[in-house]
């Protein structure tokens, strides 16, 4: 959602999609030598930036980039431009570090010459959860570099990924999320990347205000402008209308939600629905581990103070429903036991290590 309302503005350059320029580069591109053919090779031909080709044969993901309509975008002139910089005598001499960061600058400058906006300050790359943990090493590859971190209810993103669960289970192909979602495996699954490592960014930069923004996805879409004129003046662009407005390379944003609705705009219509949709025992369980992360958003508790008792409880409770649940063969049943097991274990043994809420 962010990224589309950023998409419009003409001081900023950037890909309506989780490329994860940066984390691929951290995690993958760095190890082994690269040349501007085969980073090219690599971003229009792997990357989700080939789902931005109409004659494409590869499929997006309906939960996910499936939703953005690239209507209108020339890929083959976006493509010619970018092959075209291969031939390039300066950018062919380089190597390591120097070639990414001018591929990076390039491959933004071809995308907004196409898109008739030539004249932007700033890049703007969604790096998502994959880039928490490598903040330090993207200030050594771009220095000055700032942050915006969306802060959301937990509560309201497993709702979200437990319905999509449910959706996958009766047939739908969304091959980024899991059929089976349990609290424990909420909690527990991307270390580094879950809502633990936000938490732990937020206590590690919560005072780096020239570097880090803080938003709140529901004042975001309950209060728009005033979200987004904070974050104009974070990143020293002026105010735009276009700010208000999600778009996705001047199209209208269709939405992203789990629920296979398409929106037009911001709605609140998303807030809350975990009241509804949650069992009492996951938001107990989401409440408990992740209460240090519920704290920093200044979201309420609909639980008390819970022993950890009911906590175990609570665990192999929602484990074995999730296995209840499903439908899978025998030999595949067989492997979800025991990751049910697993999951049932360890989520049991961080119970009793972590600190208890404080009330």
Not at 114 to 120: R, T
Not at 259 to 281: H, M, N, V, Y
Not at 306 to 314: F, L
Request: with cysteine; aromatic share 12%; glycine share 6%.
């Amino acid at each position: 959602m962010f990224i589309s309302l950023l998409d419009g503005h003409p001081s900023l350059a950037g890909f309506p999609l989780e490329v994860k320029f940066l984390t691929h580069w951290f995690e993958r591109l760095a190890r082994t030598p690269q040349s501007y053919q085969s980073l090219n090779k690599f971003f229009l031909e792997k990357s989700k930036i080939r789902l931005m080709n109409s004659g494409s044969k590869s499929d997006p993901d309906i939960m996910n980039s499936g939703r953005i309509d690239f209507a209108g975008f020339d890929f083959d002139l976006f493509k010619s431009g970018m092959l075209q910089n291969e031939i390039n005598q300066d950018r062919r001499s380089l190597s390591g570090k120097r070639l990414f960061c001018q591929y990076f600058h390039d491959i933004h400058e071809c995308l907004n010459q196409l898109m008739g906006c030539p004249n932007y300050r700033l890049i703007v790359s969604k790096e998502g959860n994959h880039g928490v943990k490598y903040s330090d090493s993207i200030n050594r590859l771009c220095p000055g570099s700032k942050y915006i971190v969306i802060v959301r209810d937990p509560r309201d993103v497993y709702a979200s990924f437990k319905q999509i669960a449910e959706k996958k289970r009766t047939g739908v192909v969304t091959p980024t999320f899991k059929e089976l979602i349990t609290p424990a495996r909420f909690i527990l699954d991307n270390k580094g990347k879950n809502f633990t490592a936000f938490e732990n960014c937020f206590n590690t930069n919560k005072g780096k205000r020239d570097s880090y923004l803080f938003l709140r996805y529901e004042d975001i879409v309950q209060d728009s402008k005033n979200e987004l004129t904070r974050a104009a003046n974070f990143l020293g662009i002026p105010f735009d209308m276009c700010l208000l407005q999600p778009t996705n390379l001047k199209n209208v944003w269709g939405g992203n939600s789990s629920s296979l609705r398409s929106f037009s705009g911001l709605t609140d219509s998303r807030i809350g629905k975990w009241q509804a949709e949650l069992t009492a025992a996951e938001k107990r369980l989401i409440e408990y581990f992740l209460f240090g992360y519920l704290a920093t958003g200044n979201y309420k508790m609909a639980s008390k103070r819970v022993s950890r008792t009911q906590i175990v409880i609570d665990i192999a409770h929602t484990e074995r429903e999730a296995i209840r649940a499903s439908k899978w063969v025998p030999r595949k049943r067989l492997r979800e036991i025991l990751k049910t097991l697993f999951y049932t274990i360890n989520a049991t043994i961080l119970c009793f290590t972590i600190k208890r809420r404080e009330r």
